[in-house]
């Protein structure tokens, strides 16, 4: 008997039948034509024109709105066309299509004690000496204890490098006031999170994750709009606001567990 309803999200038409032999439901997103069989979310209740903007959550409204109430496993998952969760890790170069399909996750056994599984945490406060020289060389220079000092190179202070200073705690003051405090130390003291917005929980689970998510980041679009987001880390700024807060809210709410993350991109295998 499946235990899951697993997505996997891509923008390119192309992806679609290898997503269906690696066992997902394909999920068409963004303005290319994917086939009446692929999901999307453009029907229905939606809001597919902040796709630029919100990324993968386009989709998790549409799934809120339309069809959440209709999947009848316990547990539902979420990976990418070129990001998967794996059951051990493998080195991704000349990785046959047939070895990825051995390594992917499609299945789950019910976990003891266990309500949702994310991929290993990825720290940043290992900055690239280069990206730092780059884009930020003057926040350091003025801020030197950061070349020495890893627990100040904490998720708030990336969130302001990378998209825009200040716009983190706008955002976090938007939160109601059970989340707002405890976000906020989360970003301010952690220095690692659980990456890609991708994530397998039960069922149950997500209904009260879309109905804080979702009202929180329309709060958001009344101080950061869309029309003055320039650049991939201010136009994405929802979801990457969003990924920060799934990190948060499922790993200090519920019994979870980490499993790794490949990053293999499906267009290599564009011959099958």
Known sequence: ???ITFFCLTLNPNHE???KRLSYIP????EKKFSKNCFSDRKGINISFK???YGEYTFHYWLWK???DQIQTEWVGFCQYRK???KNKINSNDLSFNDLKDHVITEIDQPNNIECILGEKFSVSNYKFSKILKRHFLHFLFNPSLFFDEKKRNLKLQFDLFHGKGNLDLAINLLEKKDRENFKDFMYTRNSFNPHN???CK???LKGYYETIFPWLEKCEKIFGFSNLKGYGSQRIYGFLAERFLSYWFTSKYNYREIPIIGKDLSDYKNL
């Open 1 to 3: 008997m499946k235990t």
């Open 17 to 19: 039948e290898n997503i």
């Open 27 to 30: 999920v068409g997103l963004g």
């Open 51 to 53: 796709n630029p903007f």
């Open 66 to 68: 339309n069809y959440l």
């Open 84 to 86: 998967f969760f794996i």
């Open 198 to 200: 991708m994530f397998l």
């Open 203 to 205: 069922k149950n689970l």
